[in-house]
């Protein structure tokens, strides 16, 4: 009797690391947008070095990184199940199979993290070899099979002194530093205050000596920026699809008039092959203004997602077709085969889903040199600094009514604002239902509309500051110094191990 009620004690005891492993990843998510709860930064962040010290083995190591961010993904991204509500007949009871896949995949990076950095090294220097296989795993989700960097720890810091480091060692600088600072804290369970302080101390001096980045100075040039706000279940339906499109006219016809005007993604519902008339109406409203807006085309059996140059009569004279795709979303792995059986991009309104674009390409704009970049594309800090030559300003054209109205619209406005930052570039970002801004090269919304309004913005554009060093050198020296101190440590592990 006694042996059967001390197993059910000793079998809760061995869940509650799991479970505190996946709460202390929820808790970690806290800190995203739109909740900035960066208090729990420090606590998040020791408890999951404090699980990986006490880790019996490297498989228990990695099941509790993977548990963390399982947890931390699956209230981070909650907002991922949202485009499985526009058709909730057909698609709502994939909702939480998609989350919980997207998330069991993800820390699938962290778990192997987690369990290397207690296979590799012992004692202490475990909190010393995660903090850079973790960084390591973070290059790789935001560059293996196309890349995922949502919800990475350099999202954290946007208006905070920490974020004036983003010019210079870029979100991945930003995120390993996060890691430096906090995980040592886990030490402080074995009494070690200087191995667990020095790090966070470091790290703070460095976010405050960091230069914060000038004023930004304003050219004469005005852009207005139109968001219709379409709510998705409605943007494509017959009844009200045309609805959107008269808006969005009559905001642009307003007067005085501004040197150009920016419609957001796919805000024409017709193939461009078939809009010249729709076209050329939105011109002769818009007064001679050009204007740039997002439309589907097709060309050779291949259907893009594309923003179009209007000229003043309505012809097209610039066209940027979207590169990096949404898997699932805009194209289906196999799509060909996969058509067979029904299943096609959510976003794509036409075939299958889109072809690529030939990727990162400067526009010449009325008003200057620019790169396109269209909804996800803003997520990459590789894409975004990819062209070989240096623009006057990043455009960002984006339908966000797919990611809902909580947190998924929030995070997509803060990573692009942490782009505009590292790159040292204005951004001009036309949202479908918010939020538009015009964003300076210091990442701050000089000029906005909220989420869920229709209206349009008339804001100056400010000019772009110097090239930025993480502009000029990208990820490369984080890797490099990661890899570094991964080797490092390791041959301090085998020196221990000759000498024991």
């Known amino acids: 009797m006694i042996a059967l009620r001390l197993r059910p004690a000793r079998h809760a005891r061995s869940l509650l690391p799991g479970a505190l492993a996946l709460g202390n990843g929820a808790l970690a998510s806290l800190a995203l947008a739109p909740w900035h709860l960066l208090a729990v930064l420090p606590l998040a962040l020791a408890v999951s070095g404090w699980l990986v010290l006490r880790a019996s083995s490297a498989r228990h190591a990695a099941l509790m990184g993977w548990l963390f ?35 069991a995949g993800l820390a699938l990076f962290w778990g192997a993290a987690f369990g290397l950095a207690a296979r590799l090294s012992v004692g202490t220097w475990r909190i010393a070899m995660l903090v850079v296989l973790w960084s390591l795993a973070e ?84 852009v207005r920026i139109v968001q219709p706000n379409a709510p998705q279940h409605l943007k ?65 059996g291949a259907y893009y997602n ?35 059986f029904g299943i096609h991009g959510f976003a794509s309104q036409a075939g299958a889903g889109y072809a690529a674009g030939p990727g990162a ?25 990819a062209s070989d030559e240096r623009p006057q300003m990043l455009v960002q054209i984006t339908n966000d009514a797919w990611f809902g109205t909580r947190s998924g619209p929030h995070q997509h406005l803060v990573q692009a604002r942490m782009r505009a930052l590292e790159q040292g570039l204005p951004m001009i970002r036309a949202a479908n239902t918010g939020v538009s801004a015009m964003i300076g090269p210091d990442g701050a919304l000089l000029d906005s509309l909220p989420l869920g309004k229709a209206g349009s913005i008339d804001a100056r554009l400010p000019e772009p500051f110097a090239a930025t060093l993480y502009s000029r050198t990208g990820d490369w020296p984080v890797l490099l110094v990661c890899l570094i101190a991964a080797v490092g440590i390791g041959w301090r592990m085998r020196a221990l191990a000759l000498w024991s």
Not at 78 to 83: A, C, D, G, K, Y
Request: hydrophobic share 55%; charged share 15%.
């Open 236 to 300: 494509w339906h017959p009844d009200y699809r045309w609805d959107f499109v008269r808006r969005a006219v009559e905001f642009s016809a307003v007067t005085p008039r501004p040197d150009l005007i920016v419609w957001p993604e796919t805000a024409v519902p017709l193939l461009l092959n078939r809009a010249d008339e729709t076209l050329r109406a939105i011109t002769e409203r818009a007064a001679g203004v050009p204007v740039l807006l997002g439309i589907q085309r097709e060309e050779a």
């Open 361 to 385: 390409e400067v526009m010449d704009l009325p008003i200057g040199r620019a790169v396109p970049l269209i909804c996800y594309e803003a997520v990459f800090p590789q894409d975004v600094g």
């Open 306 to 340: 594309s923003a179009v140059l209007l000229d003043q009569s309505g012809a097209v004279v610039g066209t940027y077709d979207k590169a990096h795709l949404v898997p699932f979303g805009e194209y289906v792995p196999f799509g060909n085969f996969m058509a067979r």
């Open 69 to 103: 961010g399982l947890g931390y993904f699956a209230f981070g991204l909650s907002w991922i199940v949202e485009p499985f509500q526009i058709d909730p007949e057909r698609h709502a009871w994939m909702a939480p199979f998609a989350l919980l896949f997207l998330a």
């Open 139 to 222: 290059i790789a989700r935001a560059y293996v099979l196309t890349g995922f960097p949502w919800a990475a720890f350099g999202q954290f810091w946007l208006d905070t002194p920490v974020a004036d480091l983003l010019p210079w060692i870029g979100p991945q600088g930003v995120a390993l530093a996060t890691l430096v600072a906090f995980v040592p804290l886990a030490l402080l369970a074995q009494r070690r205050l200087l191995a667990a302080l020095l790090p966070l101390a470091l790290v703070a001096c460095a976010a405050f000596i960091a230069p914060p980045p000038p004023e930004p100075r304003f050219t004469e040039t005005v």
